[in-house]
């Protein structure tokens, strides 16, 4: 991103947040997306991971640094530009959120994302078969490509919440070249039911590593959609292996991506689609990860747990990382209006916040210690001091309470202090 496009990021964010103090209020006719034309960011990263990778099969040599255009992108250029350029205080008045929904052109920029990524994905694989490529080339092609797909995983999430059928096979598409097309049945009908509990794969723990989470969200994730789709067509009267079963569906799907790409480029590009579909699922389990780390839903008196609320999920407003992830890190409302688009999912201030963007979180994630520090007080400091109402790792809860049993006690004395202040 140049210097031109990232002052006018700048200014319509500036600008944003000017007409919200000044005018909280909008009709519907009123009101107006500043960020309209900047989600077409979206759908150019495909096309800047192509552009790169052309660019390297033109000049392997002297451009050599563009077969690593991907991990800069997603760990360097993309967290120092959410840093720069702050975050966004724009949210769409509810009234005019059933106009936005109805606009197509929100939707068709989610679709547009997919026919760049196989392309970009196809260029990865030749590129990385080719004889002459070296080693730590055809790792940055892999890391390219597995990088973007990986956002695509979030195409995917944006497709798959919606009840169209041919939506739903789009998801599937863009999910397929990482081998993760499961995941339209276990997030949309696993995790959204069971989001912020011990029960729940894919809510990390506090205390919890992230490598600790990842062999328990991707195998429990599997597990879990085996189970749903079992029973959904056993309510059907249809076996597991049905035409009708979507989890078989993907798979077909992505075998034949594979297949066809490894036709194509031969068998030096197995270990390539091995190694980016791997790195591309990574991704979308640091996410998972980052999103209700130690958030717990409490359970009413009947014994069942509470409706998800925005205090479920960790947010974050940084314009950048929400362009290219469909207002993701506005994640409380997504997952209060799982169906509500991205273009109208609004930012709620009371619900815990991250220090950074989701691109921010990745790096400290992958670092339990740098993780715990920087996130494990702010879960204190969420629950007020109230460590019986964090989701904790098991393993460690006893450790974790024992060290941080003075400081939720000060942290409590001071929610209590502010209490009784505003009573006052």
């Known amino acids: ?7 006018e990021l700048k200014t319509r964010v500036a600008s944003s947040r000017k007409k919200d103090q000044a005018a909280p209020t909008h009709s519907p006719q009123t009101w107006k997306d500043p960020k309209r034309y900047l989600w077409l960011l979206g759908p150019a990263l495909p096309g800047i991971g192509l552009a790169a990778l052309t660019g390297y ?4 040599k002297k451009l050599k640094a563009l077969a690593w255009t991907g991990p800069a992108l997603v760990h360097g250029v993309i967290p120092a530009l959410d840093r720069a350029i702050g975050e966004d205080q724009s949210n769409p008045p509810e009234s005019a959120v059933g106009s936005l929904e109805q606009d197509k052109y929100y939707s068709r920029i989610v679709k547009a994302f997919i ?21 730590e080339d055809k790792i940055g092609l892999a890391l390219t490509v597995g990088g973007i797909n990986g956002v695509g995983i979030n195409t995917a999430h944006e497709l798959g919440h919606k009840s169209n059928r041919v939506n739903k096979l789009m998801a599937m598409a863009a999910l ?30 506090m205390g919890e590593s992230f490598w600790k989470f990842l062999p328990r969200s991707v195998f429990g994730g599997m597990k879990s959609s085996v189970n749903i789709e079992k029973a959904r067509l056993a309510r059907k009267g249809k076996s597991f292996w049905s035409l009708d079963n979507e989890l078989l569906q993907g798979w077909a799907m992505s075998a ?14 197995v270990p390539f689609l091995a190694a980016q579909a791997i790195y591309g699922a990574s991704l979308l389990e640091s996410v998972n990860y ?29 314009i950048v990382t929400n362009l290219f992830l469909y207002q993701l890190q506005r994640h409380s409302d997504h997952h209060a209006h799982p169906q509500r688009s991205y273009q109208a999912l609004r930012h709620f201030e009371k619900a815990p916040q991250l220090p950074g963007g989701y691109a921010s979180m990745l790096m400290p994630a992958y670092i339990p210690q740098w993780w715990y520090e920087t996130m494990d007080k702010r ?3 969420h629950y007020e001091g109230d460590m019986n109402k964090i989701n904790w790792d098991p393993d460690r809860k006893a450790e974790l309470v024992a060290k941080y049993a003075d ?13 009784q202040k505003e009573a006052a």
């Open 379 to 381: 879960v204190i400091e």
């Open 57 to 60: 099969a033109l000049a392997p």
């Open 1 to 7: 991103m140049n210097a031109k496009t990232r002052d």
């Open 407 to 419: 400081y939720a006690a000060e942290v409590a004395a001071k929610a209590e202090a502010n209490r």
């Open 176 to 205: 397929a070249p990482t081998g993760y097309t499961h995941f339209v049945v276990e997030h949309n009908f696993g995790h959204h039911k069971r989001v912020a509990t011990p029960e729940d794969p894919a809510s990390s723990r």
């Open 290 to 318: 980052i999103e209700h780390y130690g958030l717990l839903r409490q359970k009413n008196s009947n014994g069942k747990y509470e409706r998800t609320q925005p205090e479920h999920s960790w947010n974050s407003n940084h």
């Open 115 to 135: 026919p760049t990524q196989y392309a970009m994905t196809f260029m990865g694989a030749w590129l990385a078969s080719r004889k002459k490529t070296p080693i």
């Open 256 to 269: 034949g991506f594979f297949s066809a790409t490894t036709l194509v480029c031969g068998p030096r590009a």
